[in-house]
Structures are given as structure tokens and as C-alpha cells.
């Protein structure tokens, strides 16, 4: 079992930029983030599997948030700039137990974060 621990979020103004950080209890292979705005389904934001390794996003998330993982430290972080009040959403970080799988597909993760709260004010 692998624990995920989501910090960094917060109320930002638009424009505004905003690092999270999801710490893990043991080291995963594919991680990523994913987004749940009020009253919308979750949604992929963004994955890596490994550190260093290529950054898969969204479609309109490139250029403005940037993935990037420390695995020394069991860490993934999600750099976001120039943020919108449509990025108002819960941000989960979520992981998978072995390689490969769907990296834009929830279903296609094992473990969770609890979330952290993104709001940005207009």
C-alpha cells in the first residue's frame, strides 16, 4: 500500500502561480495528477513515470503547468502559473503499483491523495 500526501494548495488570485507536492510512503512508478472542479467529473492534469522521465499533460495544460518528480524523496510536484479561475478544483495526486497502464486514465491508478484545495479569485 502506498500512502499520497498532497500539499501546496491554496486561494490565489488570477494570474497567480501555485507548487503542489505530493509525498508518497514508498516510491510508485507512474504518478499524476488529476483535477475536480465543483459539480464536473475528475479530470487528468498531468503524469510522469519516473523522474526525469517524459511529462505527459492534458491538452491546454502544457506551458502552463509544468510536472516534475524527485524520487529521492518520494516526491511529485505540479508547478502552476498564470492560473485562472477555472482551475478552481480539488487537485489529487494519485499513483500506480506497476509500470505501464493509462496515464490519463483514472481507472489505471491504485492509490489516492485526499486532495488539496485550489481556489483562484477573479
Known amino acids: 500500500q502506498v500512502q499520497l500526501v498532497e500539499s501546496g494548495g491554496g486561494l490565489v488570485q488570477t494570474g497567480g502561480s501555485l507548487r503542489l507536492s505530493c509525498v508518497a510512503s514508498?516510491?510508485?512508478?507512474?504518478m499524476g495528477w488529476f483535477r475536480q472542479a465543483p459539480g464536473k467529473e475528475r479530470e487528468f492534469v498531468a503524469a510522469?513515470?519516473?523522474?526525469?522521465?517524459?511529462?505527459f499533460y492534458a491538452d491546454g495544460k502544457e506551458g502552463r503547468f509544468a510536472i516534475s518528480r524527485d524520487d529521492a524523496k518520494n516526491t511529485m510536484y505540479l508547478q502552476m502559473y498564470d492560473l485562472d479561475p477555472e482551475d478552481t478544483a480539488i487537485y489529487y495526486c494519485?499513483?500506480?503499483?506497476?509500470?505501464?497502464?493509462?496515464?490519463?486514465?483514472?481507472?489505471?491508478?491504485?492509490?489516492w491523495g485526499q486532495g488539496t484545495q485550489v481556489t483562484v479569485s477573479s
Open positions: 494519485a499513483a500506480r503499483r506497476t509500470l505501464g497502464g493509462r496515464y490519463y486514465s483514472m481507472d489505471d491508478y491504485d492509490f
Open positions: 514508498a516510491l510508485p512508478t507512474t
Open positions: 510522469m513515470y519516473r523522474s526525469g522521465g517524459t511529462p
